[in-house]
């Protein structure tokens, strides 16, 4: 199993605010992946990372960005919020097996209303 | 790539009877499969996943799993449902350690 964390849990902010969704996990984990969802709909993958200093974009055109400085963290940045940013954003991170198999971990997410 | 479809964007079942939620996947190699269950305001949780090891694959809150080769199917089943049962289920497949996510069915369980 693997403990993810993300902060806040809410966050209701007006246009034009910069913000960091923060995620973090303790288990050392390499790769670590941003996805957004709206309610009841699919997951779209918008970051990844394999590693630290390595950030990719994912399949879904985002504005925000990402930054892996430390193995733990995984923040996301929207530099300016506006109301189509509104969303869910769940934070993922995989935990390798002894045969080599990934299986993905989520951490409780962060729900965004932006004003 | 792969892809995943999950036949039914709705499901409905009364309090106790059989669940069955359906996924397919599009590979020409056995590849690794999930299911996830995900509640209100929450994240993703692992229900059960396929190693290889055994076809029928059991998971949490008496769910379980049938890989099927010939029928490229992994399916969802728990015998009796529960009220707390109700929740999102995503199908999901990694190949090449790449995750694909199907759009998810919603379960209602009526009582």
């Known amino acids: 199993e693997a403990d993810i964390y993300q902060t806040p849990r809410y966050l209701v902010i007006g246009t034009g605010k910069k913000i960091t969704l923060e995620c973090s996990q303790t288990m050392g984990h390499d790769k670590m992946y941003w996805y957004q969802q709206d309610p009841g709909m699919e997951l779209h993958l918008i970051h990844y990372s394999y590693g630290v200093n390595s950030t990719e974009k994912g399949d879904l055109s985002s504005e925000s960005t990402v930054s892996r400085i430390r193995t733990e963290h995984f923040p996301l940045t929207l530099e300016s919020a506006r109301p189509s940013h509104t969303s869910q954003y769940l934070c993922?991170?995989?935990?390798?097996?002894?045969?080599?198999?990934?299986?993905?971990?989520f951490g409780p997410g962060t729900r965004l209303l932006v004003l | 790539a792969q892809s995943v479809t999950q036949l039914g964007s709705h499901v409905s079942v009364s309090e106790g009877a059989l669940v069955l939620l359906r996924c397919n996947y599009s590979s020409s190699v056995p590849p690794y499969l999930f299911w996830y269950v995900q509640y209100p305001n929450q994240g993703l949780q692992l229900l059960l996943k396929?190693?290889?090891?055994?076809?029928l694959v059991k998971g949490i809150n008496g769910f379980e799993a049938e890989f099927k080769k010939s029928e490229t199917s992994f399916h969802l089943t728990k015998p009796s449902a529960h009220m707390s049962d109700a929740a999102e289920y995503f199908c999901a497949v990694s190949d090449r350690n790449q995750f694909y996510f199907g759009t998810g069915t919603s379960l209602t369980v009526i009582p």
């Open positions: 396929y190693t290889s090891a055994a076809t």
């Open positions: 993922a991170s995989t935990l390798r097996d002894r045969g080599g198999q990934e299986t993905q971990y």
